[in-house]
């Protein structure tokens, strides 16, 4: 079955500075990858999504790359903020009721 | 619209007890799913269900049932409790055809 490996697990930046977040997936035919984040006590939610015919995705400061050959795609924050601390998740789908999840990244903005 | 709730926020319980925790959804959605949440393990899937009266098995579903008798509800019980079910359980719904998932608030579950 399909597999979700996302690195690193805890990432710590500068404010200001851009933050990456990487995630490789085993089942090629897996077509949809979203990423959602979970504030401290909070429940997840999507904030960026990508599809496997689209290459590259963007929405103000947040960005998704997918890299369908190597199986791998990418979350890409610039100009990082305090609000932007919080635990990412991504996954992996090719069916759209079931969604293999990474074990999370640990995003901390430094002041 | 609450859009998705979960009962209990919290709660505790002793190894064998029972209990049922409650999804509900006002968006109309069809796909309704349960997950647990461990520290470095990110989200499991433990049921699912495509509609009302259907429920699957998703990733870790020992332990664990699931009824959906309306589309609004989804209810996970755990018969016999055991220390290894402690965790977070979430309560996620989707429309039929779209992937994105609208999460609940999330129950903490302790069993001792």
């Known amino acids: 079955g399909e597999n979700v490996e996302q690195h690193p697990s805890t990432l710590s930046v500068q404010e200001g500075d851009s933050a990456v977040i990487k995630c490789t997936y085993s089942?090629?035919?897996?077509?949809?990858f979203p990423w959602y984040k979970q504030e401290l006590g909070k429940r997840p939610q999507l904030i960026i999504d990508?599809?496997?015919n689209v290459g590259e995705k963007k929405d103000q400061r947040i960005a998704v790359t997918l890299n369908k050959t190597a199986k791998h795609f990418s979350l890409h924050i610039t100009e990082t903020q305090p609000e932007d601390s919080a635990v990412y998740f991504c996954?992996?789908?090719?069916?759209?009721?079931?969604?293999?999840w990474g074990a999370g990244t640990k995003l901390i903005i430094k002041p | 619209n609450a859009g998705v709730t979960q009962t209990p926020k919290f709660r505790v319980l002793k190894t064998g007890q029972s209990m049922t925790l409650l999804c509900a959804q006002d968006?109309?959605?069809?796909?309704m799913y349960w997950y647990r949440q461990d520290p470095g393990m990110g989200l499991r899937l433990i049921h699912y269900?495509?509609?009302?009266?259907?429920?699957a098995k998703g990733e870790v579903p020992d332990g664990y049932n699931v009824s959906r008798l309306k589309k609004q509800n989804f209810l996970l019980g755990l018969e016999s409790a055991a220390p290894s079910q402690t965790s977070v359980y979430f309560c996620?719904?989707?429309?039929?055809?779209?992937?994105?998932?609208?999460f609940g608030p999330g129950t903490r579950l302790l069993v001792l």
């Open positions: 269900s495509v509609g009302e009266g259907t429920t």
């Open positions: 990508i599809r496997s």
């Open positions: 089942d090629s035919a897996s077509n949809y």
């Open positions: 996620a719904s989707s429309w039929a055809g779209e992937e994105t998932q609208y």
């Open positions: 968006m109309n959605h069809e796909y």
């Open positions: 996954a992996a789908s090719k069916s759209n009721y079931q969604l293999i």
